[in-house]
């Protein structure tokens, strides 16, 4: 049973560029988040999609966009990258309905130079 | 003030010890507590959930919940250098679309 899937694993971007970082979730998953964690924080909420919908919305700016599939993959998308914007994306999923933790992937580190 | 907020520690303790964490957080209606674990460059893993007052016993890991008193905590017994990590708490408001709100973490070191 594959787990929650993140593609790539390292990114380097200059600022000004746009990005584009991939999930899958587990088998049987159907609501996926996506968090940045930059270095000695805590994993800051970006959004969350359901039903190929954003449902929740944290903190950030415009810049970051998202989409859902109608197989639950899900991509995170980062218009006019910012030195700041470096970090490790997690992508995480969870069956709609149930109030279990999430599982996460393993992340996706992108540095912005 | 912060959602939810940890001691970013670290929290060093003898093997063998009992490790003590703890978190608190501020929105009543909380309703689902999470204890993540994440190592050094790796991602958060999901060791322990409570969801109403009291303890919640898993092996060697206590979580324990204060709603009154807007206070979870996670006790790890019999402390293995393995446990050194960062241990997250995080907080939902129930529910299917409920974001997961994280703490900064506490750093826990267990001497050898």
């Known amino acids: 049973d594959a787990g929650v899937t993140q593609s790539p694993t390292h990114l380097i971007k200059t600022r000004g560029q746009q990005v584009t970082l991939r999930c899958s979730p587990k088998?049987?998953?159907?609501?996926v988040s996506w968090y940045q964690q930059a270095l000695g924080q805590g994993p800051q909420f970006i959004f969350q999609y359901y039903e190929e919908e954003e449902r929740q919305r944290g903190n950030f700016p415009d810049r970051f966009s998202g989409h859902q599939f109608p197989n639950y993959s899900s991509e995170l998308n980062v218009n006019a990258l910012l030195l700041g914007d470096s970090a490790l994306y997690l992508c995480?999923?969870?069956?709609?309905?149930?109030?279990?933790?999430?599982?996460f992937g393993s992340g996706t580190r992108l540095t912005v130079v | 003030q912060k959602e939810v907020e940890q001691n970013s520690g670290p929290l060093s303790v003898p093997e063998g010890a009992i490790a003590s964490l703890n978190c608190t957080y501020s929105?009543?209606?909380?309703?689902?507590f999470f204890w993540y674990r994440q190592y050094s460059g790796k991602s958060p893993e999901l060791i322990m959930s409570?969801?109403?007052?009291g303890d919640k016993e898993d092996g060697r890991f206590t979580a324990q919940l204060n709603k009154a008193s807007q206070y979870v905590s996670l006790l790890i017994r019999d402390s293995q250098p393995s446990d050194s990590a960062t241990y997250l708490c995080a907080v939902s408001l129930g529910g299917g679309y409920q974001k997961v709100t994280f703490g900064t973490g506490t750093k826990l070191q267990v001497i050898p």
């Open positions: 995480a999923s969870r069956r709609t309905g149930e109030n279990y933790g999430y599982t």
């Open positions: 088998s049987g998953h159907d609501t």
């Open positions: 409570i969801y109403s007052n």
């Open positions: 929105d009543r209606g909380s309703q689902s």
